[in-house]
């Protein structure tokens, strides 16, 4: 009897687990992303590029922290991680419902 009851209870916590798991993937992702930086690149050109969803300060500020940058110089052939845009989890997947209308 015991041991049904630790092999119910073990597996009830690993699904669980996954299931949180992946649905804290699923809702919302934030990867990185590492570029090598070319000549004539700044923070704030990058910035203009990949920061879509937030203030370019704040994108810089979150550059800066993620490559421990002291200052926003930065050089030619250098690798440089930045933060991949979010991505939302939406229910619909873009699908449109076909109508009537031309």
Do not use: C, R
Request: hydrophobic share 40%; net charge negative; aromatic share 10%.
């Amino acid at each position: 009897m015991k041991e049904n009851y630790f092999i119910t209870l073990f597996l009830g916590l690993s699904v669980a687990f996954l299931m949180t798991f992946i649905i804290s993937n699923t809702l919302s992702t934030e990867q990185q992303y590492q570029i090598k930086i070319e000549h004539g690149d700044s923070l704030w050109e990058l910035a203009n590029k990949f920061a879509t969803n937030e203030p370019k300060e704040a994108w810089i500020n979150t550059v800066m922290v993620m490559n421990n940058l002291q200052t926003s110089h930065i050089k030619a052939g250098d690798m440089l991680v930045i933060p991949e845009v979010k991505e939302d989890f939406h229910l619909d997947h873009g699908t449109e419902i076909a109508s009537d209308s031309n």
